[in-house]
């Protein structure tokens, strides 16, 4: 099946925040939390010499997810199609998602007596019903948030940025970003000054991660119960002693 | 004029339970409160924790509790599978610490989950490859186990004695299983940080992660057990022996220096030097721990020292510190406040904590009033005169 | 006083709903009716609506979502050339306006006093008999010219106007003075229509005059914009202020508060004199370029750098540039025009530049006049009215149109009671307490009003002060009359029933225009018949319409190379205007300047609100900026100042206190604040008392010619004061992020 996949462009998001208003109302997403940001250099430099940018943030949809990896419960799952969808009826509100993911996409709703997290689902419910594109990119004024198959996605920044080399820098953000992702950026000016985190490994968490939970703990589990097994044996072997006569202040005859 | 009987009149059954439990029971009450209220309110306006720092206190207490219960498989492998069946008498007391400090993270945890009422999904929504489901699986069973390991308590007072013969019969099968949980669940604790490369400052990050939090835990276990004998002179006018003490405490150089050296491994092998002297406050902290743990290791490897009970505390205590800084630098100070973000628990989080650990004293308390948990530990009157003197206890003192 | 709504009950309800509701979470009035008659939602209440956003004047198309007949989602129409797809923040929240717990949802009679915000709920019969005996009682004992009435461009405008020259008043209070006399006026004189349309298709260099289009959204053209800039057509974005729009222009000159007229003369100068204009057109098709070309002589670069602060090199560069790209060249007319009194005289140079490089046809378009080939219901001529207007149209100001107007001046009429006493005010979809420069002067002046009826959909601020209050239907609740674009009308419709009383203007104004004997001039049944009478010359049914969203009209006007003026031809230089001893062109005014210790005070949108009426809508307040004062960095530093510092701004009329912004994206000498905050009617749970009003600190000025206000034209001193005042302050959401 096809991945989706958006490509954000930050010479043309001028900050407005349509796609913010938009995911908010298409995801009924509680007040006091969102699904989608926006990250910006703010105003730099000394008047009049000055520059500006801005880009929305939301979930990157790695290709393969840490939060997925961590989620306790399984309450986060990768599609097909590269969605990373989130379960509200199995997710226990414990966090370790926003702690997984290198992005700080999982959002929570404090203001909820019970909990849930918020993430970016790529609208999925909306592509379920037949609607072309997500609630952001469907919305934005200025086409800086476009939508398709992740490798047009994934072409078409390489296509800008080839065609106007003055106007961005050499660098999809999330073609290599945590092993891959199915959301691209490309901007004027580097990604860490539009406050993206730098992401120097192209290996994802989520596979040191497996290392450690699918192959690091039976190991250990394995060894341990054998080590004591074998332990056990040998000492009932070579020891003979019983040891029923204890004198109750814990001392021992020997 | 009528007057006002002041004095609290206990039940019968509880005449003889220390002073000190009735007023930790109202802490714990206020505590429980305080978790009332969380429940009801949302943890968004009752605790400090926010986007930015979404763990805080509770986790941190929660991970260093675990490491300190540890001592109850950590003891339970030296009687049963080495069979240092001299350590015997410190077994009961040990276990019932070990049972109750599980059973209050698993307190904590239920106040911090966002969908406290679903606690229950990690049984039926499995997810393999996470830490957090391993850790939740192992301890949910492990309580288990450790409540068996405590069975021999509760049936001895009802003099059961066909039961406990049964029980002692499986009972190196369940303290195999016990001692493999918890090293599966010591570890998954240090595999939670793995995945969070980008999160965790670099120097303290490791791919070794599970196994410090493994060997670190059985060191923690036995400074438990030292400081734990020392406090109950206190609370129960119970205590072990010096030669007890002592012989744990001959053990602590090697679980140490085990640590250590991984630790050197790590820095050398995951090339952290540079780190080390970069790292500020960090590197600090590193080398605090490390260098706590070293002189716990010496202190202890000096027989003289570690034979007195004096100084066998003040070693655990060397050994406690360490651990509390290791576990709280990699869960709150190198981990969420890493980008200067400033987060300090509310009044909701420091009560409700303050509250289950008294619980928790209180709980033992109750079953070392009602069970023999102490039926082969030492009664303080009965201790040798010098240590007597020492402790500036003029004895001979009946239990109040 | 159960069934009295006090200030109090307003603010337990937004307290009970305000903080909970999400977006999705709301109240749910049945699907509409027609809607499921027609089938475009089904037995469930679930479907798409096509419909007209009406969060802005620009009206984008959009497509309702229909879920159990509530709205839950707001999509732009593909097919709506405004919007084409895509809808504003402003549009997407729309629906936070119609379900906003603050709405009201009955007539309200005010039963304290006025501003205390006691009302009463009525039901209609009893609002409007009140409503038209009070106009009738003035009309009787002072004549039709005591009843002033004030509405901002809407659908059901005609209709407004057939109550007030049917009542037989001349005191007609719209916006546009506000927001573009000095442009359309412009127009009017150069090429004999309001506003010649523009096309992004052809164009290859831009200059913008402080349209800030990244920010004060008209969907389409920004969308045009923002493609122009990728395809890589050059931008200069004149503005003090490095706004959204400054960042994405090609080049931005932070130009001088109002001295643009003199940039665009000294453009003039170097393109006329170098000979670089389009001759053959200037030749065939205007009149008047040579005492153009001899008055701009004058107008030298080095002269202009004095006065803008943009050096002369530069200007010189950039009239070559626009000059190379010819006929593909734009100088855009921009829209709220209202920052000088000299602002005319900028849209008079603007215009000449654009004629004289021959755009017209191909970056500038003539506009076809709206409506034209829709039906209407039949009506009678309106009374002969004698009685002088009290803005002063036309006899103070011989050129302001009388559907223009001078909202500023009529508010000065009343106040002075010149040339007579006014003695009520009939207000509709306006919020002049914020909008009208002055506010404690606009209030005084709602103090000499016996009677004050406004048509709202909440309790906004003018409606605080009001005796009557009539709640209207929200856009999404509503018909209007159909609007005409391009070659398409589209249509209004509602797509959920009105919640509560609510209640569509054609049939407040239908009920009102009976009981005040002007029953002749709403000549249609209800509102589908309203429409029905409008697509009658067209031959389509309303069902048709409904459904599409849209009747096809006769094409669209070809090319047209006259012009309605006096000449027919574009007038670069105006006989009427020199006669009526004005300059007949664009000549240099040399606008106030702000003493030493002061500051040009400049206000311009923010993309999250629209003038003063979204500030209570809780999605725009979760997603939008705390309202702050910004001021230059540098100058806040030398003054001790730093972002999050208290200050207390004046003016000559007022002193408000707000929160400082230190930024370097502002001139020195000029200091910005955001429109529409700091609301005072205790009626609006989340815009109440969050961030402060600049209308507070605006000084009333009229340009004699277009009846424009400058809003532009306001000084103010900025001082720190200690912690935060004591009038309420409250904090915008945060996200964390
Ligand atoms: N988001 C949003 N969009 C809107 C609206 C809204 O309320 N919100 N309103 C709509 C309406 S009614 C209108 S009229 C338009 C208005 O849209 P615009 O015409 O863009 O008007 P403003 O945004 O009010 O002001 C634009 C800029 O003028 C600058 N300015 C002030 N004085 C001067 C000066 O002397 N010279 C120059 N060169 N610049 C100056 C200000 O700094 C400001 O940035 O927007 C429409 N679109
Ligand atoms: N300081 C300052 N003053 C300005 C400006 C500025 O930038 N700064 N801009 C100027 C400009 S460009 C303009 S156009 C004017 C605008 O000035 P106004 O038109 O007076 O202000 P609006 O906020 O557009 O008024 C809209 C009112 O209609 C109400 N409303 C919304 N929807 C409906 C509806 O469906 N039916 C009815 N009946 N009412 C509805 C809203 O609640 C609000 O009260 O302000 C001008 N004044
Ligand atoms: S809608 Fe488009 S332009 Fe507006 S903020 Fe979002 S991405 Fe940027
Ligand atoms: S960005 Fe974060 S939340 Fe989204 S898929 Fe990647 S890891 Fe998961
Ligand atoms: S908070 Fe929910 S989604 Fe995130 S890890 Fe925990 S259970 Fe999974
Ligand atoms: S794709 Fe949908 S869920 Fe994700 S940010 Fe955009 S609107 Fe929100
Ligand atoms: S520009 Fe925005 S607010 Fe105005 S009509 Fe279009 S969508 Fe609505
Ligand atoms: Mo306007």
Redesign the interface.
Known sequence: MAKYGFLIDASRCIDCRACLVACSVENNVSMKSTRIWIKDSAVTGEFPDLKRYSAPFHCMHCADPSCVSACTVGALKQNADGIITYDNKACIGCRYCMYACPFEVPHFQWDQQFALITKCDFCVSRLEAGQAEPACAATCPTDAIQFGSQKEMLALAHDRIEKQPERYINHVFGEFENGGTSTFYISPVPFDQLGFPTIETTESPAHFNRIATEEGTPIIAGAVALGMTGIYLAMEHFEKKPHTDRKPNGTEEK | MATVNLTIKPFKALEGLPRYVYVLAVITALGLLAGAYR???????TTN????F??GLWISFDLTNVAFSGAAFTLA?LV????M??L???VRPTVLFGFLGYSSVLVILFF????????W??LV??????????V?WCIAIYSGILAYELSPVFLDRFKNEKLSRIVEKIT?GM???G??LS??HQ??L???F??????LHPLWYS?M??EFF?VSSLSAGIAAILIGSYASIWMFKQT??E??LEKLGSLLPWFLIAYLLMKVVDLFWGNKIGLLLTSGVYSALYVAELALMLSAAIWFSIKRLRASRQNALYGALIIATGIVINRFTITWFA?SALNGVRYFPSWVEILLLIGVSSGVIVVYALIAHFFPVF????AVK?LPKHELAKLKIDQPVSGD | MTNTISRRDFLKLGAATGAVLAAGQMLSPLAAQAARESGQIDQQGDGYISSMCEMCVWRCGLIAKIKGGRVVKLDGNPQHPHSRGNLCPRGQSGLMNTYDPDRVLTPLIRVGKRGEGLFRKASWDEALDLVASKMLEIKQKYGPEAMVFSSTHNLSQPLFENLLYGFGSPNYGTQRSLCFNAMIVANLMTYGMEEPGRDYKNVKYIILTGRNLMEAISTSETHDLSHAIDAGVKVVYLDPRYTKTASKAGEWLPIRPGTDLAFHLALLNIIIGEKLYDQSFVSRYTVGFDELAKEVQRYTPDWAAQITGIPAETITRIAHEFAAAGKYALAHNGWRTSNFVNSFGTQRAITALNTIIGNWGVTLFPALEEGAGLGSPPQPPYPRISALRLDGVPWKFPFVPLKLGIFQELRNGIYNADPYQAHGWFISRQNPVLSIPDRNKTLETFGKMDFIVTVDIIMNDTAWFSDVILPEASYLERYDPLLPVGDKAFIRQPVIEPQGEAKSALWIYKQLGERLGLADYFQYADEEDYLRQQLAPLGVSLEEVREKGYAEMPGEGKLEYSWNTTSGKVELFSETLANAGFDGMAKWEEPPMPAADQFYLLTGKVAQHTQFGTHNNQLLHKYSDEPRLSMNAKVAAQKGLKSGDWVAVTSEVGKIHILLEATEAIRPDCVFMAPGFGHISKGLTTAFGFGASDSVLHVTYTDPVSGGQALSQTFVSVEKIAGAPNEPVRKPLHLGE
């Open positions: 429940l009801y309110a949302g943890l968004g306006v924790l926010s986007t930015v979404p763990w492998m049963y599978i080495f069979h069946h001299d015997h008498s410190a911090d989950l966002g969908r406290w009422d679903r606690f999904h990690f929504y499995p997810n393999l490859s996470s830490a957090l489901f391993e939740s190196i303290v195999i299983a001692i493999t090293s599966m570890s998954s240090g595999s939670l793995v995945v969070q490369i980008h999160r791919m992660q599970p493994l072990l022996s030669k007890v981990l039926s082969e530990t030492l009965d």
